[in-house]
């Protein structure tokens, strides 16, 4: 039998824990096809993997790569080490979903809290959806060179249902704001997202020094986002969290609490 490709030589880590092993990895087509000793077996191509470690890919969970996917669709900084899933969208901060308006507000954001110019990420992307939906569709038709996946951000939905006072200390969502927020959550994993993201974090500002939005919400919004993930995509949904361990200890292990009791995995 002739294999697309073996990769031979190599020492075989099968993520399993245990020991590595001297084996050789044929590949036909997009599947691993045999693992053992394959001397004499012909390919249409061998890669010689002696003193290399071969591994399965490896699932970079968090990732601020939302922008870069734009102007470096290969994804160099992830897949030059081996990572071929990568979950974007953590600490809340996404680009989706969004009005036309707040385009330039969530490229601010991302820019306080990642450092990436705002410039760059309104001039590297396409800015052509309003959906969590229509975003990752966006992401797919740049053909990126690993496996994305995303986060729904807190920061996004929360100023989409509640506008500039999302970010002021001591103001919760109104009844119909906390609707709105539920919507836009069970929409975009309905829509694709894995789960939703938040920061608690008090150093994640925006530029005139208040912090994100969602930062101040109370256990009352966090627990209907947690209820809108699971109606949304079913139970194991994530929900990624930036916590505030410092001042607001007790609070943050609450929210965990309501979110595994949800049936949602919690990620921080």
Known sequence: MTHDLIISGGSVIDGTGSDAVRADVAIDGERITRVGDLS???AARTIDATGKLVTPGFVDLHTHLDAQVGWDPEMKSSCYHGVTTALMGNCGVTFAPVSAKNHRLLA???????????????????????????????????KPGINVVGLAGHSAIRFEAMGDKSMDEGVQATADELDHISRLVRESVEEGAVGFSTSRFLGHKVPDGRLTPGTWADLRETDAIQRAVVEGGGRGGLFQVAPDMQSRRAVEFEMFTQAAEHGCQVLY
Do not use: C, F, K, R
Request: proline fraction near 3%.
């Open 108 to 142: 601010e954001l991302m820019e306080a809290v990642e450092d990436i110019e705002a410039d760059a990420i309104m001039d590297g992307l396409p800015w052509n959806w309003t959906s969590y939906g229509q975003y990752l569709d966006a992401v797919q038709a740049l």
């Open 40 to 42: 004499g077996v012909e």
